[in-house]
């Protein structure tokens, strides 16, 4: 049987003006096109691994090219057109595949790259999902530790900013919404480090730096937004944690650490109205 969307393995039975055709153990026949040899050159008899799809008349073919993503696989992919019943998405060959609109958890914009799955619908055609969850793997026990640094993709926002990230594009990883201070969208890679490890196997991963690191970098940002404005600014420890995370993308713990920082170093002096360079 002739697996499409897979690599399979053939036997070279002829050549043809157009191409090759090549035979599998049960004599089913597919055309390997001229196009499709990718520089590699074959003979009658040879035995070769070519991956099997459908082109743009819907003829299954085959090819010698590499595609970027198989059947059964999560793929990082870059969407290159919309219709009004999907999307389209380049895995590498001559035939964009599709992404039904009912496989879009989330709004896919042109020339923007997310993780998909590719499976064969009910007419034997590559397609893709945007419902990657269910194939993701949980990672196993010593694959991380706390404190390692990662990278990871976004596929899925949930409540309260807590957003699903498959870690190396494979392994299932959380983002609750107290660990990152910046707009995450589906699709966006992040550098991250790991926070915790679940029982299940989920990766809870932030974004956030370390408490150290943290503060040096936002003592330093306070420090420019004040040289920036005339030595003084209308934020102190009592203001709002959305003017603050507004401003310097923080949580209010985070600030008034910063703030208390660069009070011992006599750089700030705080009042009411503010904070103000010494």
């Known amino acids: 049987m002739i697996l499409i969307g897979e690599y399979n393995n053939f036997k070279v039975s002829k050549k043809v003006d157009f191409g090759y055709y090549l035979e599998n153990e049960m004599e089913e026949e597919v055309l390997l096109p001229n196009g499709s040899l990718n520089n590699k050159k074959i003979e009658i008899g040879d035995k070769i691994e070519a991956f099997v799809y459908r082109d743009s008349k819907d003829r299954v073919i085959s090819t010698l090219k590499t595609p970027l993503l198989t059947v059964g696989k999560i793929g990082y992919l870059e969407v290159v057109g919309q219709s009004a019943i999907g999307a389209f998405a ?74 699903k990230v498959a870690i190396n594009k494979k392994y299932k990883g959380i983002i609750l919404g107290n660990e990152h201070f910046e707009y995450l969208y589906p ?73 208390g920082g660069l009070m011992k170093q006599k750089l700030i002096a705080q009042d009411k109205e503010g904070t103000r360079l010494i």
């Open 90 to 163: 380049d895995f590498g060959l001559e035939r964009d595949a599709f992404i039904p609109i009912k496989e879009q958890i989330f709004k896919l914009k042109t020339e923007k790259k997310y993780l998909f799955y590719m499976y064969l619908d009910k007419t034997d055609r590559i397609a893709l999902t945007t419902k990657i969850d269910a194939y993701l793997e949980f990672a196993p026990e010593e694959k991380f530790k706390v404190s390692d640094e990662i990278e990871a993709v976004v596929y899925e926002s949930g409540y309260n900013g807590t957003l």
């Open 187 to 259: 699709g966006q890679e992040v550098k991250a480090r790991v926070k915790r490890i679940y029982e299940d196997g989920v990766i809870g991963i932030t974004t956030r730096k370390t408490r150290l690191d943290e503060r040096d970098l936002l003592s330093r940002e306070i420090l420019q937004y004040l040289r920036e404005n005339g030595g003084f600014m209308p934020f102190n420890d009592k203001s709002s944690p959305e003017d603050i995370k507004n401003t310097f993308n923080t949580s209010k713990n985070y600030f008034k650490i910063a703030l």
